[in-house]
C-alpha cells in the first residue's frame, strides 16, 4: 500500500531508532512487536494500516517517544 503522507515521519523515525540504538532486524521487530516481514516494508516506506495505533503504542514503551511526536517530527541519527 502507499504510503500516506502522515505516516512519513514513523517510517523514518523508526528507522532512525533502528540505526540510533543499534539492534538487529529481529531485536528491533521484537522491541516493536511486528514481524520483520512488517519491519521491511516500514523501512522500505510502506506503513501497514493493520498495524496503525499499536505500532504507536509500541514505539512509546520501547522507545519514549510519544505518538504525537512520532508522527509529527522527523528525528535525526
Not at 500500500?1 to 512519513?8: I, L, N
Not at 540505526?19 to 529481529?26: D, K, V
Not at 516506506?45 to 511526536?69: D, N, S, T, Y
Request: hydrophobic residues 45%.
Amino acid at each position: 500500500m502507499p504510503m500516506d503522507k502522515k505516516y512519513e515521519n514513523v517510517c523514518h523515525n523508526i528507522r532512525c531508532l533502528w540505526a540510533i540504538h543499534g539492534l538487529s532486524r529481529t531485536a528491533m521487530a521484537k522491541k516493536l512487536h511486528i514481524s520483520t516481514k512488517t519491519l521491511d516494508a516500514l523501512e522500505t516506506g510502506l506503513f501497514p494500516e493493520r498495524i496503525g495505533i499499536k505500532l504507536l503504542f509500541h514505539v512509546q514503551l520501547a522507545f519514549g517517544i510519544a505518538p504525537k511526536i512520532l508522527l509529527s517530527t522527523r528525528l535525526e541519527g
